[in-house]
Antibody, heavy 120, light 107 residues
Framework: EVQLVESGGGLVQPGGSLRLSCAAS????????MHWVRQAPGTGLVWVSR????????IYADSVKGRFTISRDNAKNTLFLQMNSLRAEDTAVYYC?????????????WGQGNLVTVSS | DIQMTQSPSSLSASVGDTVTITCRAS??????LNWYQQKPGKALKLLIY???TLQSGVPPRFSGSTSGTDFTLTISSLQPEDFATYYC?????????FGGGTKVEIK
């Protein structure tokens, strides 16, 4: 059974940093591209970032480019999102998602999410 | 960026009803459209990918279709467990974008 479990969220002050983790199990982690998607309270889903299977290629939404860094440790089956210079508008539930290995991007499996609150 | 306009934003329906949710892309996305279900406290679930291909394990009462840049999710014979929020997402080009969501509530 595919499982994705996020951790590392919490309350942080504006300008602060936080590192999210996503522990993966039930599949060959090193074979799949992985994503972060976020959802601000009461709003819809917004794609944040993607990393390829070996970590050599990453892309970001414009809203987080230069502040967030996605990475992975395939030996530990773990995905990360390092978030720096956090702003109030980064407050959201952050989900990790596994890519579907189809021609186009499909978020085949999702974690349950981890809340990040940026507030003074 | 490709904009995904989803409608309605909410609807009320009864068990056994047929429900239709529409997603319109701001430009051609071929058939690279996916549908997800979100329930409170649960992981999001992929229902349909490639506009009309049912994900493994998803009941056949869910179906997807397309007409140009308009995409439709149909739930036939709505079941109690189908009351949730549904999102479309385009996988054609970056940045990947979602529709605003449709909340299906019990009438």
């Amino acid at each position: 059974e595919v499982q994705l479990v996020e951790s590392g969220g919490g309350l942080v002050q504006p300008g602060g940093s936080l590192r999210l983790s996503c522990a993966a199990s039930g599949f060959t982690f090193s074979s799949y591209w992985m994503h972060w998607v976020r959802q601000a309270p009461g709003t819809g889903l917004v794609w944040v970032s993607r990393v390829n299977s070996d970590g050599s290629s990453t892309i970001y939404a414009d809203s987080v480019k230069g502040r967030f860094t996605i990475s992975r440790d395939n030996a530990k089956n773990t995905l990360f999102l390092q978030m720096n210079s956090l702003r109030a508008e980064d407050t959201a539930v952050y989900y990790c998602a596994r890519d579907g290995k189809t021609v186009a991007t499909v978020f085949e499996y999702w974690g349950q999410g981890n809340l990040v609150t940026v507030s003074s | 960026d490709i904009q995904m306009t989803q409608s309605p934003s909410s609807l009320s329906a009864s068990v056994g009803d047929t429900v239709t949710i529409t997603c319109r892309a701001s430009q051609s996305i071929s058939s690279y459209l996916n549908w997800y279900q979100q329930k409170p406290g649960k992981a999001l679930k992929l229902l349909i990918y490639g506009a009309s291909t049912l994900q493994s394990g998803v009941p056949p009462r869910f179906s997807g279709s397309t007409s140009g840049t308009d995409f439709t999710l149909t739930i036939s014979s709505l079941q109690p467990e189908d009351f949730a929020t549904y999102y479309c997402q385009q996988g054609y080009s970056g940045p990947l974008t979602f529709g605003g969501g449709t909340k299906v509530e019990i009438k």
